[in-house]
């Protein structure tokens, strides 16, 4: 095994551009056939985007919002940075609106509030600096964090990822992503499968993209084959991402991954959870308190546009799921591993 990660090779892709009179976002409605940015030159521009799926992934919306608030800066007229925070405070809302469930948002935005709140006469340039910050600590976690998870995992595993957790969710590298890069790059994996994850199929069209443009062959699987690809023996880990880890290790995600974090227990496979520490919320204190998203039903009702579903049809569209803490094997941070997660172990890493 070759412990070293050709970073030239493993991580090339940036969904995120600050150009500095805009922000530049890789447009995820149109991969994989059209890989296009869209401009954003104003907060409410960048909210939309948040929303409609442009760009998405926990750390990415993070720091898209904070972006946001850049732009929502040099629309602003203010003496101090007081008055700039109470003129910002309803741009500020408006993004945090945008996507509710990944606590990334709303830590990215507590973040750029408190960069105001101690900043001086350059409050603009301070807001900027910030913003690059977080974008700049998140890419160097995510590479922290994909050699402390590809360490848990065995020479020659097959891995199974869910959703997208890539550079295309992320300020580069990827979270989950990041540890089947590490994983891939070390020798530890040999096989990886995607689930397609519907409805919006980040896994068919984003993840399958994403390893492909690295040269990592990916087997992609209907999500209904997870079970089945377990029985064969094919998986010895699940790798997922994050949107919200309670205080007890349990954790919201992607809808879809509950399931896959039983039927990995039922199989005798690991089951690996991956985010920066920004995505633990110590104040919610289990999975039980997490709010859960729900998005248009019409999402269900087509595939690309094209409807599939009769006319009349009911549909029930939660985008995310909790999966308790008692069923997975390791959560992985930028801090650490937390092994057999529980509400003490917790505490031991992130206070609260």
């Known amino acids: 095994m070759n412990d070293t990660i050709d970073y030239a090779r493993y991580d090339r892709i940036r969904p995120i551009r600050w150009t500095g009179t805009a922000l530049e976002l890789l447009d995820q409605r149109k991969l994989p056939f059209v890989v296009e940015y869209l401009a954003c030159t104003t907060s409410d521009e960048v909210a939309a985007a948040i929303h409609d799926l442009a760009v998405r992934g926990a750390p990415a919306i993070g720091i898209a919002a904070a972006w946001g608030v850049v732009l929502a800066s040099r629309e602003v007229l203010a003496a101090t940075p007081a ?13 945090n609106d945008a996507r509710p469930t990944a606590v990334n948002l709303a830590w990215a935005l507590a973040r750029m509030r408190a960069a105001l709140r101690t900043a001086g006469s350059d409050w603009r340039g301070v807001l900027e600096l910030e913003a690059l910050a977080i974008a700049e600590e998140d890419l160097a976690a995510n590479r922290h964090m994909g050699e402390l998870g590809a360490a848990l995992i065995g020479e020659g595993s097959g891995v199974l990822t869910h959703c997208n957790t890539g550079s295309l969710a992320t300020a580069g590298f990827g979270t989950a992503l990041g540890v089947i890069r590490a994983g891939v790059a070390q020798g530890r994996i040999g096989k990886v499968y995607a689930g397609e994850t519907r409805p919006w199929q980040q896994g068919a069209r984003l993840t399958a993209w994403e ?103 009911a549909a029930w569209n939660p985008v995310f799921d909790v999966t308790p803490a008692s069923l997975i094997d390791a959560i992985v941070t930028e801090k650490g591993v937390i092994e057999q997660p529980d509400e003490a172990r917790m505490r031991a890493a992130f206070g609260g």
């Open 83 to 95: 008055e700039a925070l109470e003129k910002l405070e309803p741009a500020l809302q408006r993004l």
């Open 211 to 313: 390893l492909q443009q690295d040269g990592i062959p990916a087997t992609l699987i209907a999500d209904s084959a997870a079970s089945h690809l377990m029985k064969t023996g094919a998986v010895q880990w699940v790798v997922v991402g994050a949107d919200r880890i309670c205080a007890n290790g349990d954790t919201a995600n992607k809808i879809g991954t509950y399931q896959l974090a039983i039927a990995a227990r039922h199989h005798g496979a690991k089951f690996m959870v991956v985010a920066p520490s920004s995505t633990v919320d110590m104040a919610t204190p289990d999975g039980e308190a997490i709010h859960i998203e729900e998005r248009d039903p019409a999402e269900l009702l087509g595939i690309g546009g094209t409807r599939i579903v009769a006319e009349g049809v």
